[in-house]
Nanobody, 123 residues
């Protein structure tokens, strides 16, 4: 059974940075696409970023392109999301996930999910 645990969320001010981590256990996810999604109150869960299994190809939602960077360390079974120039509209619960497909934009493409970590950006 795969477990994915996010960490690194918190309360920051607009313009600040945060780095989210997602550690997986129970199975190596080195052959999976890894992704990040977020869900704001009253809204549907939306795609944020994805990285292929090798780590040499990434895909971002337009809303975070140029500000967020996804990365992974297969040796540690961990993925990261570096978030810079945060905006109040980035406030959401952030979820990590793993998919057997690429680029894995839809939530339905993901097989495994973490429980989420709250990111709150104040203006």
């Amino acid at each position: 059974q795969v477990q994915m645990v996010e960490s690194g969320g918190g309360l920051v001010q607009a313009g600040d940075s945060l780095r989210l981590s997602c550690a997986a256990s129970g199975r190596s996810l080195s052959r999976y696409t890894m992704g990040w999604f977020r869900q704001a109150p009253g809204k549907e869960r939306e795609f944020v970023a994805a990285i292929n299994w090798i780590g040499d190809s990434t895909y971002y939602a337009d809303s975070v392109k140029g500000r967020f960077t996804i990365s992974r360390d297969n040796a540690k079974n961990t993925e990261y999301l570096q978030m810079n120039s945060l905006k109040p509209e980035d406030t959401a619960v952030y979820y990590c996930a793993a998919s057997a497909s690429w680029p894995g934009i839809a939530t339905e493409a993901y097989n495994f999910w973490g429980q989420g970590t709250q990111v709150t950006v104040s203006s």
